[in-house]
């Protein structure tokens, strides 16, 4: 399973809004805190890729005697556990790092002789 993409919001109204435009997408919110929601897309694969599976079931399942079949089940679970993941989260304010000015030692100029 490949790990989430990370998106970071700057509010609860932004989060929202993001998860509502996800949901529109075909996402379902799989887990939810206080400010991070993570979502899921809902796939059992796509037509194309179920029909070829069927195509190459019934093939290999005629030279298999019925072992071809599993293919189709196996593409469809492989779809719906490998579909892409998003993890929303609220940005917290990075404080800013203070620049770091090495003191350097007075350096009085010697008069040249």
Request: proline share 7%.
């Given at each position: 399973m490949v790990s989430p993409r990370i998106r970071e919001v700057q509010d609860k109204q932004e989060m929202q809004r993001v998860v509502d435009d996800f949901m529109?997408?075909?996402?379902t919110i799989k887990d939810q805190g206080m400010d991070t929601t993570l979502m899921k897309?809902?796939?059992w694969?796509?037509?194309a890729g179920i029909i070829v599976s069927i195509i190459l079931g019934i093939i290999v399942a005629i030279f298999t005697v019925g072992i071809g079949l599993v293919i189709i089940p196996a593409?469809?679970?492989?779809?719906h556990y490998s579909a892409?993941?998003?993890l929303l989260r609220i940005a917290r304010a990075q404080p800013q790092a203070q620049?770091?000015?090495l003191?350097?030692?007075d350096?009085?100029?010697q008069p040249q002789r």
């Open positions: 529109t997408q075909g996402y897309k809902k796939s694969g796509s037509a593409y469809i679970i492989y779809a892409p993941e998003v620049s770091q000015v003191a350097e030692p350096v009085v100029a």
